[in-house]
C-alpha cells in the first residue's frame, strides 16, 4: 500500500487534455501549489478545473488561465483575477458560478457514492435554472449533481505513505471532500511520514482515498489578504 | 447619520448572549469590534473555522489561517475548524444563530441581490446564496442609496438575486427597518439627525410607519 511518487510530474503524467480535475484551497490557503507548477508546465491543455475560487494572476490556478490551459472553470468565488474577469468577459473562457455549499457538497457526495443532493442555495435566483426542484416540508430544495472528476489534487500538512492524510488549520477548507471524490486523488504534503506515525484518531482523510501522495519542497504559502494589528 | 462603523455598532446590539455568527465581508466584519464583552459569541468563518478571533499581531500572520474574506486572522481557545461541507453542513442546518451579510439591493418582500451586475462585476455568490437560503435570522449591512443617489431598498430587486424572502432586519446609515412578513419595510428607528421624511425620500419601496420613530441609540 505504498502510495508514494517521486514528485508533482510523476504525479500527473497520465493527465490527458480535457479531463476534470478538483482542486483544493480556499483562496490562496491550503492550496496545491507543487501540482499545479507541474500542470502550468506540463502543457495540458482543454481542462475542466472545480476549485472553489481562480487563484490570482501570477498563482495557484492563475498560472494555468494564464497560459490558456482552461477551458471551463467551476468555482463560487472568482475576484482577485484580472486575466480571468478578461478570459470570462471575452468569452475564451467558459464559466460555471455555484454557491459554495453546493460546490462542497457536491464533492461530498461524490466521496459518499451519493448521486445526487438536495439543497435550497440558490432556489429563486439564476442558479436553479434548468434544474429540478423538490418541495421536502414545504421548502423547495434544488438537486444537485455529484461531481465525476477525473482527479483530485489535493494539499495536506501531514500524510503518510499509506496516503493518510492530516490538514492544518483553515488550510483544510475544501481539501477533505475533493480527496474523497476523485476517480484518481493525488495529494501533496509539507512532512511525508512512515505508516504508524500518525495517530489514526486524528487522521483527516483516510488513505483508501488516496492513489499518490508526494512531499513538495519549500511551499511558498503566498498570503492573499495579510492583515495584523499593531503591538500594543 | 451613521458611519460604516456606526452600523456596525448598531447591528452589534442585535448580537445575543450565547449566538454563533456568520459575518459577511465589508461592514459585517466590523461588528466583530463592537460585540460587548459581557456576553459570549462565537464567530463561525465559512472557509471552516468556528471561534474566529482578531487579526494576528505584525510578524505572527499564518497562511493556514485564514477568514471567509482571505484575511489572516487568528484562533481562540475553543476553536474548532472542519472542511467546507460541515461548514455549510451547520449553515443549511440552521445551527449559526445569526448571518450579516451586505447587500447591493434589497426588496420589500425581503429579496436579496449582492453577487452580480451583469456586463460590469462577476466575481461569484461565494457562500452567500447558501447563507441565504438557509439562515433564519439575516440582518444586512447596507447603505440606504447608491453613489448614484438612488434607492437600494426597493419594490423588487433589479439585480440578479441572492436568495428571495430572506432578510429580516436591514440597518442603513440612516435607519434599522424591519422586513414585514406580508411585505414592506417597516421603520424602526432612525439615526441620529436623520428625519422620517428623509428615510422616506431615500426608500423606492413600500415604507411603513407607524407612530413615534424613536431616534436609535448607539
Sequence with gaps: MNKVVSGAHEAINDIKDGMTLMLGGFGLCGLPEKTILALAESGIKDLTCISNNAGVDDFGIGLLLRNRQVKKMISSYVGENAEFERQLLSGELEVELIPQGTLATRCMAAGYGMPAIFTPAGIGTEVAEGKEIRNFNGKDYLMEMAFDADFAIVKAWKGDTMGNLVYRS??????????????????????????????????????????????????????????????? | MLDKEGIAKRIAKEVKDGYYVNLGIGIPTLVANYIPENIDVVLQSENGLLGMGPFPFEGEEDPDTINAGKQTITKLPGSAVFDSAMSFGMIRAKKVNLTILGAMEVSENGDIANWKIPGKMVKGMGGAMDLVASAENIIVAMQHVNKAGESKLLPNCTLPLTGIKCVKKIVTELAVLDVLPDGGFKLVERAPGVSVEDIKKATAGKLVVEGDVPEMAI
Design chain 1, 170 to 232: 483553515t488550510a483544510r477548507n475544501f481539501n477533505p471532500v475533493m480527496a474523497m471524490a476523485g476517480k484518481v486523488t493525488i495529494a501533496e504534503v509539507e512532512e511525508l511520514v512512515e505508516p504508524g506515525e500518525l495517530d489514526p484518531d486524528h487522521i483527516h482523510t483516510p488513505g483508501i482515498y488516496v492513489h499518490r501522495i508526494f512531499k513538495g519542497e519549500n511551499y511558498e504559502k503566498r498570503i492573499e489578504q495579510r492583515t495584523v494589528r499593531k503591538k500594543q
